[in-house]
């Protein structure tokens, strides 16, 4: 099994309206091809004859630590698929050791979420778990939302700022789906003041959401922010410059403005705006071990997947997460095997043709402290 077979399988039985909220995009869907086809277009160039008989793929971010550099990037609504929800992914994921960012708009509020990871990791392992963040123009509400986050044990705060105003899925369009189903609620937000039930449009999306907010945000709470959703060298120098302690590279998936790059070609160019100072994580495209070694050949300390998690939650629940988890390490390993590397952190450009460009050779994150 592969990692796209997940999709596959999870169609056998997925209502084909959730199925195209999974698989859809911005518009003509441009960017959700593109991603995938970076992988494809670059190739690796493995070193021989200095590898190590294990490799380490255990990397170290901002408040946590995880065992594998492949983690969960945040999706909304896993009750949608599965009736245990959130909760399936996070036992997954604490199980493997995988990082796992809670989206804002779970279907299973934080705190259990938070508690079922803990129970399922190892003994004596604490489980890697952030929390996605829309910062709402009511800063009260936001201020409510990270304390909720900050009790349940979460580690770092993932500010998702690509969002200004809502994606426009077209298949969501054509398919009528704009709400979820009755009995299904975004417990995050219920009671977060007053008769607020949870309902998704509750969570605004304000294009005058600034920098301010981000400065705002830092000085009210110790946890590290990381920023999700830039791609302009610009921002990524200015994001440094504002104190963030990491940045998570991604287009949404394909899923806010349509005809963006790929990530993985942005890389190179955002890594080195960075110059190393924080780390920075890739997500869009990844399916396989290739794939994850590519992105840390070119600067990234780490990927996030979407889909793939979501295919496999609606496939198997926990055990189908634990599957896909499970493939994607092993890919990885096998991967860095083959590359003559002894571990995530033994991965440069020099795996990579074509090589980054001139100029644009991305530094990394040693690990330390942000
Ligand atoms: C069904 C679905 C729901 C998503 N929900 C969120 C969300 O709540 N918050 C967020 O910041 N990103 C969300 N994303 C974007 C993902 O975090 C991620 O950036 C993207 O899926 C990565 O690309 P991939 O699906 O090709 O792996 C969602 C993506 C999908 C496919
Ligand atoms: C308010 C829900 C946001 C979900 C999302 O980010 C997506 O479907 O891409």
């Not at 934080?110 to 963040?133: H, N, S, T, Y």
């Not at 123009?137 to 580690?155: F, H, K, S």
């Not at 110059?275 to 070119?298: E, F, H, N, Q, S």
Request: charged share 25%; with cysteine; aromatic share 4%.
């Amino acid at each position: 099994m592969a990692v796209r077979d997940f999709e596959a399988a999870a169609r056998a039985t997925l209502d084909p309206v959730h199925a195209d909220f999974i698989a859809g995009g911005a518009h003509d869907e441009i960017t959700v091809r593109a991603n995938e086809a970076a992988f494809r277009r670059l190739r690796l160039l493995p070193r021989v004859l200095r590898g190590s008989a294990e490799r380490e793929l255990g990397v170290e971010l901002p408040g946590a630590r995880a065992r594998m550099p492949v983690l969960l990037s945040p999706t909304a609504f896993h009750r949608l698929l599965v009736p245990e929800g959130e909760v399936a992914a996070a036992r997954a994921a604490a199980s493997a050791g995988a990082l796992m960012i809670a989206s804002m708009a779970s279907t299973v509020a934080i705190g259990e979420v938070a508690e079922a990871a803990r129970k399922a990791a190892p003994d004596g392992e604490q489980p890697a778990l952030w929390f996605q963040l829309y910062i709402q123009p009511d800063l009260e509400i936001t201020e409510a939302l990270v304390r909720r986050a900050a009790d349940a044990g979460c580690q770092a705060l993932v500010v998702t700022v690509d969002s200004p105003v809502h994606g426009t899925h077209e298949r969501n369009r054509r398919n009528g789906f704009h709400d979820l189903p009755p009995g299904l609620r975004c417990e995050n937000l219920v009671d977060l003041r007053d008769g607020e039930s949870g309902h998704v449009r509750q969570i605004v999306m304000s294009p005058e959401i600034s920098w301010t907010q981000v400065d705002w945000l830092r000085r009210i709470t110790d946890l590290p922010v990381l920023l999700k959703g830039v791609l302009h060298p610009e921002d990524a120098r200015l994001a440094v410059r504002h104190g963030v302690d990491g940045l998570l590279l991604s287009n949404h998936g394909g899923r806010q403005l349509d005809t963006v790059p790929a990530t993985l070609e942005l890389l190179p160019e955002i890594a080195a705006a960075v110059g190393g100072r924080i780390p920075v994580i890739l997500d869009g495209g990844v399916r396989r071990g290739t794939d994850v070694v590519k992105a840390l050949a070119l600067g990234a300390s780490a990927v996030g997947i979407g889909r793939p998690v979501m295919w496999a939650l609606a496939d198997g629940g926990e055990a189908g997460v634990g599957r896909l988890l499970e493939l994607l390490r092993d890919e990885v390993d096998d991967a860095l095997a083959l590359c003559g590397a002894t571990g995530v952190r033994d991965v440069g450009p020099e795996l990579v043709r074509p090589p980054a460009p001139p100029g644009r050779v991305p530094g990394s994150w040693d690990g330390g402290p942000v």
